[in-house]
């Protein structure tokens, strides 16, 4: 079965930092790009980050550009967010998400497969 | 940016909902199409603009090019009553704001 597992989400200050990670099961992970999704409290859904099926290619909202990073560990299947300089604006459920199509760059997606999303609030 | 209408849409079960997403410039046919349910993640129902994604029901169908897109429920199951989203890929990756079709 197609799995995304995140974790890592929690309360933290504002200025500070927090590492998400996904844990992917089910399929060839490193042959898929993937995504970071988040969604605020009663709020649409926002594309956060995505990351090419080879991890060497990377893209980002301009609402994060310059404070967070994707990266993957294809030893492990694991897909990760770091996040630093975080704002209140970035209080959010955040999803992993995985491409549709196989070898992508990250840069063109539709999203088939969704974890269920871990929670971040940035407050004092 | 991607306008969808109406905000919510009250409907009854087995009638039909049509649902519309405008994009601000031409996306192509690069536009999906998600259904997300109180607490769980999104599910990708509709890919370029018209496919359907594995396992969805023949009830739910696309249409559209460029900027103006529907997404039709032919008719209404219990479990259709959700938010439903679009979502284009031809400038990098934007959703729309949603429509909520609830139980009229």
């Known amino acids: ?124 | 940016v991607l306008t969808q209408s109406p905000a919510t849409l009250s409907l009854s079960p087995g009638e039909r909902a049509t649902l519309s997403c405008r994009a601000s410039q031409s996306v192509n046919s690069f536009l999906a199409w998600y259904q997300q349910k109180p607490g769980q993640a999104p599910r990708l129902l509709i890919y370029d603009a018209s496919n359907r994604a594995t396992g969805v029901p023949a009830r739910f169908s696309g249409s559209g090019s460029g900027t103006d897109f529907t997404l039709t429920i032919s008719s209404l199951e219990p479990e259709d009553f959700a938010i439903y989203f679009c979502q284009q890929r031809s400038d990098w990756h934007t959703f729309g704001g949603g429509t909520k079709v609830e139980i009229k």
């Open chain 1, 1 to 124: 079965e197609l799995q995304l597992v995140e974790s890592g989400g929690g309360l933290v200050q504002p200025g500070g930092s927090l590492r998400l990670s996904c844990a992917a099961s089910g399929f060839p992970f490193s042959t898929y790009a993937m995504s970071w999704v988040r969604q605020a409290p009663g709020k649409g859904l926002e594309w956060v980050s995505a990351i090419s099926s080879s991890g060497g290619t990377t893209h980002y909202a301009n609402s994060v550009k310059g404070r967070f990073t994707i990266f993957r560990d294809k030893s492990n299947n694991m897909l990760h967010l770091q996040m630093n300089s975080l704002r209140a604006e970035d209080t959010a459920r955040y999803y992993c998400a995985k491409d549709r199509v196989t070898f992508g760059s990250g840069s063109s997606i539709y999203m088939d497969v969704w974890g269920k999303g871990t929670t971040v609030i940035v407050s004092s």
